[in-house]
């Protein structure tokens, strides 16, 4: 079960990668001016968000396996951190998902959000990322 644990952290470190990194590409890319900038966007937001899928995909399976195997029987009820940690988990990938409509929108060229919007979007995962490791370390329910 530790190469389990150790695949999920792996993939998940990867997953926030891509959501820390692709929303500063959104201000970047809203901020440039000229088509060439903009281009390159695409492309960096693009090749970014297949990394960031990997990643995801990877910490769920090897998530849902941790679950399966052992982490529901054992926890789901006694305790509810590892519910409001699921719930985290559920909310970053809406996130994620929110993601893609934004490269859709800025690839297509039609996007009305400033890049203090994408700055203020950008903290999210932050806050997720706390929230989860503090669960899963401290498990104060």
């Known amino acids: 079960m530790l190469w389990v644990k150790t695949w999920h952290v792996i993939f998940m470190v990867t997953w926030f990668a891509g959501l820390f990194y692709l929303p500063r590409l959104f201000v970047y890319h809203a901020l440039t001016q000229d088509i060439?900038?903009?281009?390159?966007?695409?492309?960096?937001?693009?090749?970014?968000l297949v990394m960031t899928h990997i990643g995801g995909?990877?910490?769920a399976v090897?998530?849902?396996?941790?679950?399966?195997?052992?982490?529901?029987?054992a926890y789901a009820?006694?305790?509810?951190?590892?519910q409001l940690k699921l719930l985290c988990v559920?909310?970053?990938?809406?996130?994620?998902?929110?993601?893609i409509r934004?490269?859709?929108?800025?690839?297509?060229?039609?996007?009305?959000?400033?890049?203090?919007?994408?700055?203020?979007?950008?903290?999210?995962?932050?806050?997720?990322?706390?929230?989860?490791?503090?669960?899963?370390i401290v498990r104060p329910f």
Not at 62 to 73: D, K, Q, S, V
Not at 77 to 82: A, D, F, G, N, R
Request: with cysteine; net charge positive.
């Open 36 to 48: 060439a900038g903009r281009e390159r966007f695409k492309v960096m937001e693009r090749k970014l």
């Open 57 to 59: 995909i990877g910490t």
């Open 62 to 73: 090897f998530g849902l396996w941790l679950l399966f195997a052992y982490a529901w029987t």
């Open 77 to 82: 009820h006694t305790s509810y951190w590892l």
């Open 90 to 99: 559920l909310g970053l990938i809406a996130y994620h998902l929110y993601c």
């Open 102 to 136: 934004l490269v859709a929108e800025l690839n297509a060229g039609n996007t009305q959000r400033s890049d203090l919007f994408y700055r203020l979007f950008n903290e999210i995962p932050a806050l997720g990322l706390i929230v989860v490791v503090i669960l899963v």
